[in-house]
């Protein structure tokens, strides 16, 4: 069994809570709502506008075995530059205050995701980031375009809301076949162990930031409703 193989059975159970949050799964249902795709995309902005410093912290933190990350490090910063502006523009297209969200902080729940990452790049080990990289572009991939297009139609909403999850939903999907490539490198058992409980805590703690958002208000079904189901 390749690294990445074992990576993602050993993370299943964590990445299967994530995925039942209520809002996920409301989401999927078709229950949908303004105020809660805005705070999710003022929490995106938040996490997201730390990718290019997380991934030079990493860089600026491998050992001397893992140099060869380095170059493969530097692809993943060019291609991420800027997509926190993505995010702006979509707040702006929901006619939402994009500037706002800039000078605003974070909810609690992002805040310790952001922290734990440093954390885990600055004392425990470097590689431990791509734990991370895995729970965000593999939830992306699974769930962006479904969740566009769950959320774009009932709220008549322009594509020019989407740029941020239909972007990532495609380019995500390359960045997963290019992490499972550099996962499958990584043999040394600590680095391994050390990735997969990274992996695990970043399903939870990027749970908590689903779970902190706002749920749409689901009116209550009417007496025909309730007889035609």
């Not at 409301?26 to 997380?54: D, I, N, W």
């Not at 060019?78 to 939402?96: F, S, Y």
């Not at 594509?159 to 550099?182: I, N, V």
């Not at 162990?193 to 990027?206: G, K, P, Q, S, T």
Request: with cysteine; glycine share 6%.
């Amino acid at each position: 069994m390749s690294f990445y193989q074992y990576l993602i059975e050993h993370t299943f159970d964590a990445r299967r809570s994530l995925l039942s949050t209520p809002i996920i799964e409301g989401v999927l249902r078709g229950q949908v709502s303004l105020p809660s795709y805005l705070a999710f995309l003022r929490e995106a902005y938040h996490h997201v506008r730390h990718t290019v410093p997380l991934l030079k912290a990493t860089q600026a933190a491998l050992p001397a075995q893992h140099q060869w990350l380095f170059d493969e490090l530097k692809e993943y910063i060019e291609e991420e530059l800027g997509h926190e502006e993505w995010i702006l523009d979509d707040i702006r297209a929901c006619g939402g205050d994009a500037e706002d969200v800039r000078a605003s902080q974070p909810g609690h729940a992002t805040e310790l995701m952001v922290a734990y990452a440093y954390d885990t790049i600055a004392r425990k080990n470097p590689l431990g980031f791509f734990g991370m990289v895995l729970v965000l572009e593999g939830t992306s991939v699974s769930l962006a375009l479904l969740a566009a297009d769950a959320i774009q139609k009932p709220l008549g909403l322009p594509d020019a809301a989407f740029s941020y999850l239909r972007s990532h939903g495609t380019l995500d999907q390359e960045h997963t076949q290019h992490l499972a490539s550099l996962m499958n490198q990584i043999t040394d058992p600590k680095d391994q162990a050390d990735i997969v409980h990274a992996a695990r805590a970043f399903y939870r703690l990027y749970g908590d930031v689903f779970r902190s958002l706002p749920l749409p208000v689901v009116s209550p079904a009417t007496p025909k409703q309730l007889e035609a189901a």
